[in-house]
């Protein structure tokens, strides 16, 4: 209903459009979710069976921690199958080649688009799923602000490019992690760690700036 009403009038609108109409559902959907459920946060039970500890080489990781990882890599894999060898996946990527050449050729363009948003819709929940079963609450505005982060992830990555979007995930939670700690220590600021984001979004920046093709990318800002 969303990308019935919100997008497909826009379909030929300049990409600016969609873009600002994007951040304008995102606030209408957690400002509906705070409506109904209230704006204060919530504890998520994580089940017994994925309490504790696994010792995996040695190494103890937490058993959320290590479904996190196992279902994102198995998220990955079939999505990268399903783009390049099914039929649906390669309708997908010629509607994002171009969408006339595509209907030219005989490809439904509202169908693939409506059913690229309940993937991502699908991929989105996979993704709310694993969050809170690692941090354990749950709120209206909780995927904001990692919806911004997986932007930037995927910008870094490169735009296109799931095994891109991947990687510029892991170097952005890597970075958030060791970089407050590593590079901002020495200048006595009280809570380093509060700085992650400032970070992440310097690199969304720097990224933009100096490599807007990403990583896996081609190095060059798309011509519009």
């Known amino acids: 209903m969303l990308e019935r009403v ?30 109904f459920f209230g704006p204060q946060t919530r504890g998520y039970p994580v089940p017994d069976v994925l309490g504790g500890t696994w010792t995996i080489l040695g190494v103890p990781i937490l058993r959320t921690q290590a479904i996190v990882i196992v279902v994102a890599l198995v998220v990955m894999i079939a999505l990268t199958l399903f783009v390049s060898r099914t039929k649906t996946g390669k309708s997908i990527r010629a509607v994002a080649e171009d969408k006339d050449i595509a209907s030219l050729m005989g490809i439904d363009v509202d169908r693939v688009v409506v059913t690229t948003f309940v993937i991502g819709g699908m991929l989105a929940g996979v993704a709310a799923v694993l969050f809170v079963m690692v941090f354990q ?11 911004i982060k997986a932007f930037t ?24 992690s060791v970089a407050p700690s590593l590079f901002l220590t020495g200048l006595h600021i009280p809570g380093p760690n509060q700085l992650k984001d400032v970070i992440a979004f310097a690199i969304l920046v720097l990224v933009l700036i100096f ?10 800002a798309e011509k519009v």
């Open 6 to 35: 919100a997008y497909r009038p826009l379909r030929n609108a300049p990409r600016l459009v969609p873009l600002i109409t994007a951040i304008g559902a995102s606030l209408f959907l957690q400002n509906t979710a705070r409506g």
């Open 153 to 176: 992830a995927a910008v870094l990555g490169g735009i296109g490019s799931i095994a891109g979007a991947a990687l510029g995930g892991l170097i952005l939670g890597l970075l958030e």
């Open 137 to 147: 609450v749950v709120g209206p505005f909780m995927g904001f602000v990692l919806g």
């Open 211 to 220: 490599r807007p093709g990403g990583l896996l990318g081609t190095g060059e």
